[in-house]
């Protein structure tokens, strides 16, 4: 049975009346990456930040390896490390005095060693004797994300980490992510707000919403959640007639000619198709979208924005 | 010439002097202390004419020894700063580093600094002015000792508000230290000063000091007693800049650390 590597219990964080975080417990396990979902102002930054205990909660309690953070700080600290779009590195150095400063303070054995295989895994060699203040907003996230994996962490805490990356490099980031996990059994908190890539990255997802979880599945089952389907045609003849075919049924369509979208049920698609059949409409492109992570994060969105 | 757009920069500027302790501190807080430090000095000189030789050892054995209290608590407070103004306190406090460790790293960052400014001081005294602040003797070990630790407790003091609450008050980094430097006597006696002002004076270790290196200069030597209070009153100070550090410390991760970034 694997161990949790986290575990928070009704973790709370108010600042005045305020309330950024709102009894939240969950936890993760070892080799696990759980994707921590929300709208901007939902409460992400803020666990992650008690989570590294540079901010103090209200109320609650995290454990880290089943040991209590508060009174296991350094040890604890030693074995995670994070990495987030929102921090950036002392830019007066280069980004190697950078590396060797984090090594030390985490004491990394073999140091040397160790800076240069990360310089090759985020492909930052070439400007290793750069000054920090000199790199684009992309080079100065692989350099984070190679400090953040310099202590060879058991749990990483990666906020937005591929969010200034262009795709080539997000991709070659996400592999290293993978098979840290895979080869390790790195455990990983995840926020990003590229929905694909939460798919594609976590076994688990916990949404946000003010504070509070309001949702902790699969990313497949949460996107099970929102019943729509779209369809998409391309109806050469009787277009009017797929209209009142939806109206009738109280399907909603968009018509853009020939393009029509038709927003309905998963269960009702063969019936559509059925009709379509009867009714004689000839059409001659169809695609299916079922609904995915990121229908569900706008549902949510949507429902908060609602309230 | 466009008045408007001249007016614009200038409107500018003073909204900008609204906002900043920095600027007020330029217009008011430097002005001050120059007149206060220079001011007492002047009197003390006038009074002291036919001892022009030990008024210079005097003159600048007191710069070289305030720059052990500056340079003391500058680097506490300005190291503080820097992580501030890279946003690296976060990746700092979220490693193992303790509070301790780092203030013990900082204490020995000033030391190595302070030998080096502190040496290159003493040396262009020497070259400059054939003034050997050496002739201090054994002294000059205890004074450069309770220099430093005034510094360090001030610079604690001091780092104290800075990590409360920002940087928006990061003119006293370099400041603060000098609110110190009229009741220490640096360049002339306590009893130049009003009595109330000696009074104050009475509990600042760098008075006695300085009142000794007058004492070592003028008669040879100076009295124990007075060292030994010096170090007592720091003791005092380093314990409470401790403390105080250490609580501002606690209460700006309610905050939370990145919000000083």
């Not at chain 1, 198709?273 to 004689?280: D, M, P, R, T, Y």
């Amino acid at each position: 049975m694997l161990t949790n590597v986290l575990e928070v219990k009704n973790l709370t964080k108010n600042f005045g009346k305020v309330c950024a975080v709102n009894n939240i417990s969950f936890s993760i396990k070892e080799g696990e990456i759980l994707g921590l979902l929300g709208s901007n102002g939902a409460g992400k930054t803020t666990t992650i930040q008690m989570l590294l205990g540079t901010l103090t909660p209200s109320s609650g309690d995290i454990y880290f390896f089943n040991k209590e953070f508060n009174k296991n700080r350094e040890e604890i600290l030693k074995k995670i490390n994070f990495c987030s779009s929102y921090i950036r590195l002392p830019w007066k150095m280069t980004v190697y005095e950078n590396l060797d400063v984090v090594a030390r303070l985490y004491e990394v054995k073999d140091r040397k060693k160790r800076i240069n295989k990360l310089l090759d895994v985020f492909d930052i060699k070439e400007f290793q004797n750069k000054l920090v203040s000199s790199l684009s907003a992309g080079q100065s996230m692989r350099v984070i994300l190679a400090k953040a994996f310099i202590n060879f962490p058991r749990l990483i805490l990666l906020d937005e980490p591929t969010s200034s990356l262009d795709p080539e490099i997000a991709e070659k980031v996400r592999t290293f992510l993978k098979s840290e996990q895979e080869n390790f059994k790195v455990s990983m908190l995840f926020t990003s707000h590229n929905m694909a890539e939460v798919e594609s990255m976590c076994a688990r997802v916990i949404f946000l919403n003010k504070g509070k979880i309001i949702a902790e599945d699969t990313p497949v089952n949460l996107a099970k959640e929102i019943e729509i389907s779209r369809v998409d045609l391309i109806v050469d003849k009787n277009i009017d007639r797929v209209l009142e075919i939806c109206t009738e049924n109280r399907w909603e369509v968009g018509i853009d000619k020939p393009h029509i979208k038709v927003e309905l049920k998963e269960k009702d698609i063969p019936r559509l198709l059925s009709v379509l059949n009867e009714e004689k409409v000839v059409y001659s492109e169809i695609s299916i979208e079922k609904p995915d992570l990121e229908d569900f994060f706008l549902e949510m969105s949507k429902r908060r924005n609602e309230k | 010439m466009n008045f408007n757009i001249v007016w614009a920069v200038v409107v500018r500027h003073l909204y900008n002097f609204k906002h900043s302790l920095d600027r007020l501190t330029d217009a008011f807080y430097w002005p001050a202390m120059d007149i206060f430090i220079w001011g007492f000095t002047s009197m003390y000189i006038a009074k002291q004419a036919n001892q022009l030789p030990q008024i210079i050892i005097m003159l600048l054995s007191g710069v070289v020894l305030w720059l052990v209290v500056w340079r003391a608590q500058y680097e506490i407070t300005v190291n503080l700063l820097e992580e501030m103004w890279s946003s690296n306190l976060v990746n700092l406090f979220a490693s193992p580093l303790r509070i301790r460790e780092w203030v013990l790293a900082v204490f020995i960052l000033g030391l190595i600094k302070m030998i080096f400014s502190v040496g290159f001081s003493i040396l262009l005294a020497l070259v400059l002015y054939k003034t050997n602040i050496f002739s201090l003797g054994f002294y000059l070990i205890p004074f450069i000792m309770s220099l430093t630790i005034t510094g360090w407790a001030v610079g604690l003091f001091v780092s104290g508000l800075i990590i409360r609450y920002g940087m928006r008050i990061q003119t006293f980094a370099w400041g603060g230290i000098a609110l110190l430097s009229p009741f220490s006597g640096v360049y002339y006696p306590i009893s130049t000063l009003p009595l109330w002002a000696q009074r104050v004076a009475m509990y600042v270790p760098t008075s006695y000091i300085f009142e000794g290196m007058r004492s070592v200069i003028f008669k040879g030597s100076m009295l124990y007693g007075d060292l030994v209070k010096s170090f007592a009153i720091n003791i005092i100070y380093m314990i409470v800049g401790l403390l105080f550090f250490n609580l501002m410390f606690k209460k700006s991760k309610l905050r939370g650390l990145a919000d000083l970034e």
